[in-house]
C-alpha cells in the first residue's frame, strides 16, 4: 500500500524557480532508486532525473545545470528543485520509486506552468 503524494507545482514565471516534493507512505521498503519524469501534452513521457539509493545523481541533458534532486537518507523523501525554468519545462511532473522486486511506484503528478 505505497502512495506518492506530490507537491509544488503551479505557475510560475520565466527564469523563476520552484521546488517539487515527492513524499512516499506505506511499506516503501528497500527504495533503489527515485526518478523524476515529465510529460507535456501531446509528447511522449520524458525522463528528467534520478538518484540511486547510494546518492549517485543523473539528469537529462535538458535540464543538467538548472535542476537539482535531492532525497532523504531513507529514500522516502523526493525533491527536485528547478532553477532557471523554461516555457518547455511545462508539463506534468511524476515521481518514481523502483524497489525490491524491482517494483515500480508512480505519483499522480503535479502540473508545473512555466510562462514566457
Known amino acids: 500500500q505505497v502512495q506518492l503524494v506530490e507537491s509544488g507545482g503551479g505557475l510560475v514565471q520565466a527564469g523563476g524557480s520552484r521546488r517539487l516534493s515527492c513524499a512516499a507512505s506505506?511499506?516503501?521498503?528497500?527504495?533503489?532508486?527515485i526518478n523524476w519524469y515529465r510529460q507535456a501534452p501531446g509528447k511522449q513521457r520524458e525522463w528528467v532525473a534520478s538518484?540511486?539509493?547510494?546518492?549517485?545523481?543523473d539528469y537529462a541533458v535538458s535540464v543538467s545545470g538548472r535542476f537539482t534532486i535531492s532525497s532523504n537518507n531513507a529514500k522516502t523523501v523526493v525533491y527536485l528543485q528547478m532553477n532557471s525554468l523554461k516555457p518547455e519545462d511545462t508539463a506534468v511532473y511524476y515521481c518514481?520509486?523502483?524497489?525490491?522486486?524491482?517494483?515500480?511506484?508512480w505519483g499522480q503528478g503535479t502540473q508545473v506552468t512555466v510562462s514566457s
Open positions: 518514481n520509486f523502483v524497489v525490491r522486486g524491482p517494483k515500480y511506484y
Open positions: 506505506g511499506n516503501i521498503f528497500s527504495t533503489n532508486a
Open positions: 538518484i540511486t539509493s547510494g546518492g549517485i545523481t
